[in-house]
């Protein structure tokens, strides 16, 4: 379907931009991804990260986010790098949240958070298109039909035959 094929593109390059921009340009994402790893952290009970581990972090993230955006626009593996996208996305919300942010922060935060709220369910919607063929529950569903007139069948001709 054309539009699909158009959507993808579209979709993928908004992942392929942001991505790139933080495993090339990771300073600029630091500030975000400290704060979640201090919660990460103080929730599991680990140590801290340090500045090197949070900057290849960042920049490994941007990496995965960059190359399944890549995919979903090249239609490869569409489904994969689309529920791909939309969990590498999940944290980016979570950090991004604006509920405990300081009310100065909290505008930018919340259109942050609405940007990557959008992008999950754009990416899940993404990874649910099944191309018009039909999903794995109508197909299971169709084959207990099909094995039930199967035995139906069978059961009429023994009935016929031994009457």
Known sequence: MLLRHMARPL???WF???GAQAALHPNEHLQAAR???VLATKTFGVEPLTEKQL???VRAHGAATA????LLALGKAPRVSALALALLTLPLAAVNQPFTAPKAERSARTERFVRNLGAVGA???AGADMEGRPGV???VQHARATRAAVHAAKDA???VTHA
């Open 67 to 70: 190359a399944a955006g890549l």
């Open 16 to 18: 392929i931009y942001d």
């Open 55 to 57: 900057t290849t972090l």
């Open 35 to 37: 704060e979640g790893s």
């Open 137 to 139: 529950a109508w197909r």
């Open 123 to 125: 990416a899940l919607i």
């Open 157 to 159: 001709k023994k009935a």
């Open 11 to 13: 979709l993928g390059s």
